[in-house]
């Protein structure tokens, strides 16, 4: 079975930096888009970045110059790299993936979620 594997994540000062990173674990054949959501408390799940296999990147507007995503294709591990952290991105961050495993090559890629990791941001 995938699962996606988090780390990073943490309690850090206003202005400080983060490096999430998230790599799955199984029969992989294959990983296409992969990204980070976050969830603060009381508000709906949002994206913060998505790449694509080719290295296109989106981001949201709130984390953009502040952010950065990037992967190792030959690893299939996405990092997010936090800079200027406010108290605004403290959050659940959950990584997600779309895999093609090795038993359903046929039935293409499928996406898949982190149990995510917490970042805080506070003085």
């Known amino acids: 079975q995938v699962q996606l594997v988090e780390s990073g994540g943490g309690l850090v000062q206003p202005g400080g930096s983060l490096r999430l990173s998230c790599y799955p674990t199984?029969?992989?054949?294959?990983?296409?888009?992969m990204g980070w959501y976050r969830q603060a408390p009381g508000k709906q799940r949002e994206l913060v970045a998505r790449?694509?296999?080719?290295?296109?990147?989106v981001y949201a507007d709130s984390v953009k110059g502040r952010f950065t995503i990037a992967r190792d294709n030959a690893k299939n591990t996405v990092f997010l790299q936090m800079n200027s952290l406010k108290p605004d991105d403290t959050g659940v961050y959950s990584c997600?993936?779309?895999?093609?495993?090795?038993?359903?090559?046929?039935?293409?890629?499928?996406?898949?979620w982190g149990q995510g990791t917490q970042v805080t941001v506070s003085s």
């Open positions: 997600t993936a779309e895999v093609v495993s090795i038993t359903s090559i046929a039935e293409g890629s499928r996406g898949y």
């Open positions: 199984g029969s992989i054949f294959s990983v296409d888009d």
């Open positions: 790449i694509t296999r080719g290295g296109n990147t």
